[in-house]
């Protein structure tokens, strides 16, 4: 594939390690275990690049929507609050927070549906939400009042579904 750019694979949030991978002027989500994935389960690494038809598994899109997505929002917002993006020294992190929080998801998960036969049109599985109505309310008012940072282009935090 040209043009990817892999970028500090080992960024470990909790128990799971993550890779972020910058492609096509977009951030996506690549997977629990790294650019490798894991021998025993490939639908734990990479896959979000790919058409849905193509995954390797489901897994990796129903952790993205039910568990991790919606918990790094407090995480980049208080980061960005108290100034400490750059030393931070991920910007993918927030790129793709930034993704998470703006990106309508409906014709993603259109095709999704009919690539996979996987619904995430319930209200719990979508984008532009977090776990909790504080971080919510805290993102809605200082997100975009906060002085930009990842890669500092805010079209790279969005793709276009495939």
Same mark, same amino acid.
């Given at each position: 594939?040209?043009?990817?750019?892999? &970028?500090?694979?080992? @960024?470990?949030?909790?128990?799971?390690? &993550?890779? !972020?991978?910058?492609?096509?002027?977009?951030?996506?989500?690549?997977?629990?275990?790294?650019?490798?994935?894991?021998?025993?389960? #490939?639908?734990?690494?990479?896959?979000?690049?790919? #058409?849905?038809?193509?995954?390797?598994?489901?897994?990796?899109?129903? @952790?993205? *929507?039910?568990? &991790?997505?919606?918990? !790094?929002?407090?995480?980049?917002?208080?980061? *960005?609050?108290?100034?400490?993006?750059?030393?931070?020294?991920?910007?993918?992190?927030?790129? @793709?927070?930034? *993704?998470?929080? &703006?990106?309508?998801?409906?014709?993603?998960?259109?095709?999704?549906?009919?690539? *996979?036969?996987?619904?995430?049109?319930?209200?719990?599985?979508?984008?532009?939400?977090? %776990?909790?109505?504080?971080?919510?309310?805290? !993102?809605?008012?200082?997100? %975009?009042?906060?002085?930009?940072?990842?890669?500092?282009?805010?079209?790279?935090?969005?793709?276009?579904?495939?």
């Amino acid at each position: 594939m040209s043009g990817l750019e892999i &970028t500090n694979p080992s @960024y470990e949030i909790g128990n799971a390690i &993550t890779v !972020w991978l910058r492609l096509c002027r977009a951030v996506v989500y690549a997977g629990h275990f790294g650019p490798q994935g894991h021998p025993d389960h #490939p639908d734990w690494g990479p896959y979000e690049h790919l #058409p849905p038809s193509d995954w390797p598994g489901d897994i990796g899109e129903s @952790y993205r *929507r039910c568990c &991790t997505s919606l918990a !790094w929002v407090g995480e980049a917002l208080a980061a *960005r609050i108290l100034g400490v993006v750059d030393q931070w020294a991920h910007p993918a992190f927030f790129d @793709y927070v930034d *993704r998470w929080m &703006t990106e309508d998801d409906s014709d993603a998960v259109q095709i999704i549906k009919q690539a *996979r036969g996987r619904d995430y049109s319930s209200s719990w599985a979508r984008q532009r939400q977090t %776990w909790d109505p504080f971080v919510q309310d805290m !993102w809605n008012t200082y997100r %975009w009042s906060l002085p930009e940072s990842g890669s500092g282009d805010p079209a790279r935090a969005r793709r276009t579904p495939r």
